[in-house]
């Protein structure tokens, strides 16, 4: 009786885990990063994941003609580093945020009614420890009205 409600326990445990971890992420991105796009308005697409150390996350995204934009990504302090590049369709990159001292954000005017792909690239820490490290990395975009 007790190992099944141990395996219910587990059960329960391994299916509300990644629930909660997105809760977390989504509660992080309101109070720390949503701020961070002002003067912009947040277009109120809500992109964010838990990343390990060493992963890579792309985004396509829909930008237009003649519209300001900043593209943001925000990431728990833990992370390091995070890099980011936006890349046209055919992968040439426009812009990579190491090359600017890892800015956070990048303010363009679209020259026209265009897809980029936000890539994502969450550093590998620097000590060799088992435990990897993980947290929320989102990527917002806001524009001027």
């Known amino acids: 009786m007790k190992r099944r409600i141990l ?3 587990t059960l329960l445990m ?3 885990t ?3 971890v997105n809760a977390q ?3 992080f991105t309101k109070k720390e990063c949503l701020p961070e796009l002002k003067p912009f308005v947040y277009n ?3 992109n964010s994941a838990v990343l390990n150390e060493g992963d890579v996350a792309e985004l396509l995204l829909t930008f237009y003609n003649g519209q ?3 593209v943001f990504v925000c990431s728990q302090p833990i992370l390091g580093n ?4 936006l890349l046209d369709t055919d992968r040439n990159v426009i812009f ?3 090359d600017h001292d890892f800015i956070k954000f990048w303010d363009f005017k679209s020259n026209s009614t265009q897809q980029l792909i936000v890539q994502v690239r969450v550093p590998t820490g620097e000590s060799r420890s088992e435990i990897v490290q993980s947290g929320c990395v989102s990527i917002l975009v806001g524009f001027k009205e």
């Open 14 to 16: 391994m299916i509300a």
């Open 68 to 70: 300001d934009y900043r």
């Open 25 to 27: 992420c989504k509660g």
């Open 7 to 9: 395996l219910i326990a």
């Open 18 to 20: 990644p629930y909660f």
């Open 44 to 46: 109120g697409q809500l």
């Open 82 to 85: 995070v890099e980011f590049r």
């Open 96 to 98: 990579y945020n190491k």
